[in-house]
T-cell receptor, first 114, second 116 residues
Framework: EAQVTQNPRYLITVTGKKLTVTCSQN?????MSWYRQDPGLGLRQIYY???????DKGDVPEGYKVSRKEKRNFPLILESPSPNQTSLYFC?????????????FGQGTRLTVV | AQTVTQSQPEMSVQEAETVTLSCTYD???????LFWYKQPPSRQMILVIR??????QNATENRFSVNFQKAAKSFSLKISDSQLGDTAMYFC?????????????FGTGTSLTVIP
């Protein structure tokens, strides 16, 4: 089954404690992204990756890091989480082609930073 | 810059009735895609319908259809014969092609409640 898998689905952590949210896709997609969803703001892109070892900032990259060492994996790293990073996070992937494409999303990670 | 505007934060509809969700977007691109995604309480993002900008014919998927007005930059979603399972947050999204890869932009969402 084609899917994007995020882990964990729920996470409560304390300010300053480094954490990683994993994302893996099994569709051989070149393009992967991280979004955060906040009430009234919709989905905002944090980082994206065009392929292995190629990443770039989205609209709200401050406080986040990513890596793309393998095509299927795109972890999101919060080295020193703060309460304003409490949010719902989504990983998404899609192929490089433009025709008939769509974004495939993971199940979401609800992060609370206290 | 591309922006996607959903001006209706919340809507409700009676079961079996029809409801229309609005979306407008701003772009200078000529070729692009538009999407409606559904997010039920499970939080999963599910593609509802997709429209290619160069196609004049409005897309339809069973009870879901769009009214795509390219000149007006409008992309509304019509849900016919609303069902309780349609209760969800709906996001309008725009995608353009870039040399660095396709880029998605999302609206702020419309929370739809179907009333029994």
């Amino acid at each position: 089954e084609a899917q994007v898998t995020q882990n964990p689905r729920y996470l409560i952590t304390v300010t300053g404690k480094k954490l990683t949210v994993t994302c893996s896709q099994n569709m051989n997609h070149e393009y992967m992204s991280w979004y955060r969803q906040d009430p009234g703001l919709g989905l905002r892109q944090i980082y994206y990756s065009m392929n292995v070892e190629v990443t770039d900032k989205g609209d709200v990259p401050e406080g986040y890091k990513v890596s793309r060492k393998e095509k299927r994996n795109f972890p999101l790293i919060l080295e020193s989480p703060s309460p304003n990073q409490t949010s719902l996070y989504f990983c998404a992937s899609h192929p490089a082609g433009f025709m008939n494409t769509e974004a495939f999303f993971g199940q979401g990670t609800r992060l609370t930073v206290v | 810059a591309q922006t996607v505007t959903q001006s209706q934060p919340e809507m409700s509809v009676q079961e079996a009735e029809t409801v229309t969700l609005s979306c407008t977007y701003d772009t200078s691109e000529n070729n692009y895609y538009l999407f409606w995604y559904k997010q039920p309480p499970s939080r999963q993002m599910i593609l509802v319908i997709r429209q290619e900008a160069y196609k004049q014919q409005n897309a339809t998927e069973n009870r879901f259809s769009v009214n795509f007005q390219k000149a007006a930059k409008s992309f509304s979603l019509k849900i016919s014969d609303s069902q309780l399972g349609d209760t969800a947050m709906y996001f309008c999204a725009f995608m353009k092609q870039r040399s660095a890869g396709n880029q998605f932009y999302f609206g702020t969402g419309t929370s739809l409640t179907v009333i029994p």
